[in-house]
């Protein structure tokens, strides 16, 4: 504890979150300090739990956290009944679905893409960007014209049910774009390979109802998600313009760099945000894992549930928030 930073101390309790049904998960007690903990990986909302199986199946049969955190996020870009992610999403204003991703690996490489419409899985054109171009960000029409240069196709992405929802919002809402605490539950994915690397990838629809053109954190490298193979990797859910005013992910991983615990790091990450910006309508979730397979969540409010899959067990845990 001696190399931390005093604020830390004073924010710290040292407790995740509750296991849903089950007893207190203490993400700091003593055996978190072994290999024992990885791999692990870990996802935003109850759609992670099925993102997570996927991931930790590539893990367990010896693949990299890489391509593990990209097929995890794709089970949730393909649900239709995800409204926050990919095909099903909840669209903007005018009716379009727009989606944001992106993705790094454990050498610092990333790709993402930005309001892209109708590409079923962004995550694969980030990696794409990530893989294939000299560049980290792609956006509309040009990240579109890229995907289908790539082998990807144009497919309707608003669904009936989407569509209906949106035609019901248009009636009570009268076209002005809302921010509460319950129209973005974006899927990031944190995780760490048998040989110790980390990957995240981050994608999401945004904000229902936002503004068309609106772009918010999950495809800005530092904010919807980061990764540091020295150190660890953090990744947020929530209201998008206050994790993108305070850079969140990479504040996360930056606080574990100077000893913070994962735990203590999403603490501090919300604790800045709600300094000077009005919570008090909007949710925001952070996750964090470090090098050594711990892991911390904490959220503005109540609700934010996240999926740990970790010695051979997935569950649900409820994070511990600021406003209670
Ligand atoms: N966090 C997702 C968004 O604000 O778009």
């Known amino acids: 504890m001696s190399n931390r930073r005093s604020f830390i101390k004073k924010t710290s309790i040292g407790i995740a979150g509750t ?7 203490s993400c ?28 930790y199946e590539i893990i367990n049969n010896g693949g990299q956290a890489i391509d593990a955190v990209e097929e995890g ?10 409204h926050s992610v990919g095909y099903g999403g909840w669209p903007d204003r005018d009716g379009n679905v727009t989606l944001d991703a992106c993705i790094m690996d454990h050498t610092g490489n990333c790709g993402s ?24 960000m792609l956006s509309g029409e040009g990240a579109l014209q890229f995907a289908l240069k790539n082998g990807f196709h144009k497919e309707d992405l608003l669904t009936d049910k989407a569509r209906k929802r949106w035609e019901e919002w248009l009636k009570d809402e009268k076209y002005q774009p809302i921010i509460n605490i319950e ?21 999401t629809s945004g904000l229902a109802w936002k503004m068309h053109g609106r772009v918010g954190d999950s495809p800005i490298i530092g904010a919807g998600m980061f990764v540091d193979n020295e150190i660890g990797g953090g990744c947020a859910t929530g209201v998008g313009e ?17 000893g913070a615990t994962p735990q203590e790091a ?24 470090n090098k050594k397979g711990e892991h911390g969540a904490y959220a503005v409010h109540n609700g934010f ?12 845990i409820n994070a511990q928030a600021f406003a209670k």
């Open 19 to 25: 296991i849903i049904g089950s007893s207190l998960y």
């Open 28 to 55: 700091n007690n003593k055996n978190n300090n072994s290999m024992s903990n990885i791999p692990i990986v870990i996802s935003t909302w109850k759609h992670g739990f099925d993102a997570n199986e996927k991931a």
């Open 73 to 82: 996020v794709k089970v949730s870009e393909a649900d239709p009944n995800c």
């Open 113 to 136: 893409v930005s309001f892209l419409q109708n590409i079923k899985h962004p995550i694969s054109v980030a990696r794409k960007v990530m893989d294939n171009t000299p560049h980290v």
């Open 183 to 203: 129209n973005h539950d974006t899927i990031g994915l944190l995780a760490i390979d048998k040989k110790g690397d980390i990957a995240g990838a981050c994608t």
């Open 242 to 258: 206050a994790v993108m005013k305070t850079i969140g992910s990479f504040l996360i991983v930056e606080l574990m760099r100077q």
């Open 266 to 289: 999403c603490e501090e990450g919300i604790a800045r945000i709600v300094k000077n910006q009005n919570y008090k309508e909007m949710q925001i979730g952070y996750l964090a894992i």
């Open 305 to 316: 549930d996240y999926a740990l899959y970790q010695n051979g067990t997935n569950q649900m």
